[in-house]
Nanobody
């Protein structure tokens, strides 16, 4: 069993930078993928970024490519999301998730989820 806890959500303004962190308890296998998703009110959960736990390959959604960076620290069992050049449309609850089956851009394929952390960007 894995438990995920997100940290770092807050309010900011357009152009700000913000770093989210996710701490995982339990074993994370090298074949696993850690991802970040977000969900705005009235919208579906959207893929933001993912990282292969073992080799560190990274993947990004089109909306955040070039602005967000995902990274992981295996020794700490943490995965971070550095968010730069924030936009109003980045406002959402951000979720950390774990998929033991490998890479997927679909939320329903992830088996473990954190409780979410709110990011609000105002103009």
């Amino acid at each position: 069993q894995v438990q995920l806890t997100e940290f770092g959500g807050r309010s900011g303004q357009v152009g700000d930078s913000l770093r989210l962190s996710c701490a995982a308890s339990g074993r994370i296998y090298s074949s696993s993928v850690m991802g970040w998703f977000r969900q705005a009110p009235g919208k579906d959960r959207e893929f933001v970024a993912a990282i292969r736990w073992g080799v560190g390959n990274t993947y990004y959604g089109d909306a955040v490519k070039g602005r967000f960076t995902i990274s992981r620290e295996k020794s700490q069992n943490t995965v971070d999301l550095q968010m730069n050049s924030l936009k109003v449309e980045d406002t959402a609850v951000y979720f950390c998730a774990l998929n033991r089956q490998g890479l997927s851009y679909t939320a329903r394929d992830y088996q473990y989820w954190g409780q979410g952390t709110q990011v609000t960007v105002s103009s």
